[in-house]
């Protein structure tokens, strides 16, 4: 099959519940042009629900659904079933269109809700240990994520990543590792996300990046190529802005612009094995930025330093 390159809604500044960028017609026409064959699903609404329009929506301009990400506060014992009926609401949509493209089977990205914590919302970038979740709220929130990937599977038979987030409650690599302890790496993998990994480490480290594919890549089952702008970075740790506003400043910069070397990271997968779709994201907020343009510069990019 090979590396493929997908893009997402967020890059067009519809991103998780922050509001919405360009329509899905235009975003997904946009994505085509640059240079793009898959697509994630967006923010739940953001594109038909019905699934016959979903398909047409896909086959007209012959793309692949890869996935859709799904923020539950798991933490919170209360929110695992809610989430749960969420979770199983996009993944049943997902499935109406497994095999539209090339065959490959969407994926329910499931996330901790980000921003809900003000703690971690405030320190997204520079979290500390003491931030994190006790070993008591560990077992809860490891439980949610598996209840929804079981129900999943059970229901659709489709696979659930785990998407590691800034501002969310598995966001440094400690605490990545330690969700990955908690859960059977059977019923539920992770999505790699380059720029969320190197901002959440706390420091402009790129070389991170490759270690850690390294070290969690018996559990890396899709992947998220975004890059991380080493001075908005270190300005927003300075300054103590929040996730917002990082987000909001650039952090998440054009692939290239910032500090990690894609090239080398794509040459890292392929020797580890993967073989599959990787979805670039630039989040940008609605409204943000030129977003074809910079999906435009992204596609060129990936193409000249990985030649895929």
Same mark, same amino acid.
Request: glycine share 14%; net charge negative.
């Given at each position: 099959?090979?590396?493929?390159?997908?893009?997402? +809604?967020?890059?067009?500044?519809?991103?998780?519940?922050?509001?919405?960028?360009?329509?899905?017609?235009?975003?997904?026409?946009?994505?085509?042009?640059?240079?793009?064959?898959?697509?994630?699903?967006?923010?739940?609404?953001?594109?038909?629900?019905? +699934?016959?329009?979903?398909?047409?929506?896909?086959?007209?301009?012959?793309?692949?659904?890869?996935?859709?990400?799904?923020?539950?506060?798991?933490?919170?014992?209360?929110?695992?079933?809610?989430?749960?009926?969420?979770?199983?609401?996009?993944?049943?949509?997902?499935?109406?269109?497994?095999?539209?493209?090339?065959?490959?089977?969407?994926?329910?990205?499931?996330?901790?809700?980000?921003?809900?914590? +003000?703690?971690?919302?405030?320190?997204?970038?520079?979290?500390?240990?003491?931030?994190?979740?006790?070993?008591?709220?560990?077992?809860?929130?490891?439980?949610?994520?598996?209840?929804?990937?079981?129900?999943?599977?059970?229901?659709?038979?489709?696979?659930?990543?785990?998407?590691?987030?800034?501002?969310?409650?598995?966001?440094?690599?400690?605490?990545?590792?330690?969700?990955?302890?908690?859960?059977?790496?059977?019923?539920?993998?992770?999505?790699?996300?380059?720029?969320?990994?190197?901002?959440?480490?706390?420091?402009?480290?790129?070389?991170?990046?490759?270690?850690?594919?390294?070290?969690?890549?018996?559990?890396?089952?899709?992947?998220?190529?975004?890059?991380?702008?080493?001075?908005?970075?270190?300005?927003?740790?300075?300054?103590?802005?929040?996730?917002?506003?990082?987000?909001?400043?650039?952090?998440?910069?054009?692939?290239?612009?910032?500090?990690?070397?894609?090239?080398?990271?794509?040459?890292?997968?392929?020797?580890?094995?993967?073989?599959?779709?990787?979805?670039?994201?630039?989040?940008?907020?609605?409204?943000?930025?030129? +977003?074809?343009?910079?999906?435009?510069?992204?596609?060129?990019?990936?193409?000249?330093?990985?030649?895929?």
């Amino acid at each position: 099959m090979g590396i493929r390159f997908g893009n997402a +809604p967020c890059s067009w500044g519809t991103i998780e519940g922050w509001g919405q960028g360009v329509g899905y017609a235009q975003m997904l026409d946009e994505l085509v042009e640059t240079g793009y064959r898959g697509t994630e699903l967006g923010d739940f609404g953001y594109m038909p629900t019905e +699934p016959e329009r979903l398909r047409q929506e896909l086959q007209k301009r012959g793309l692949t659904m890869l996935g859709a990400y799904e923020g539950v506060y798991l933490k919170e014992p209360a929110e695992h079933g809610p989430g749960e009926a969420r979770a199983l609401r996009t993944a049943r949509l997902l499935q109406s269109v497994a095999g539209v493209g090339d065959g490959w089977q969407p994926l329910l990205v499931l996330a901790d809700e980000h921003s809900r914590d +003000p703690l971690r919302f405030q320190n997204a970038g520079r979290v500390r240990p003491e931030m994190g979740l006790r070993a008591s709220e560990w077992k809860t929130f490891a439980a949610g994520a598996m209840r929804i990937a079981r129900a999943v599977r059970d229901e659709t038979g489709l696979r659930t990543v785990f998407h590691h987030h800034c501002a969310g409650y598995v966001e440094a690599p400690w605490e990545i590792e330690a969700f990955l302890e908690h859960t059977d790496g059977a019923i539920i993998g992770l999505v790699f996300d380059t720029g969320h990994y190197l901002y959440g480490t706390g420091e402009n480290r790129p070389e991170a990046v490759l270690e850690a594919l390294e070290r969690f890549w018996g559990r890396i089952w899709y992947v998220h190529y975004k890059d991380c702008h080493p001075g908005v970075a270190s300005e927003a740790r300075a300054k103590g802005w929040n996730y917002k506003e990082a987000v909001g400043r650039g952090v998440f910069c054009e692939l290239g612009q910032g500090q990690i070397d894609f090239g080398a990271v794509t040459q890292k997968l392929v020797a580890l094995g993967y073989d599959g779709w990787i979805t670039v994201e630039q989040d940008v907020l609605p409204g943000m930025g030129a +977003p074809k343009e910079s999906a435009r510069r992204n596609r060129e990019y990936l193409h000249r330093v990985t030649g895929y």
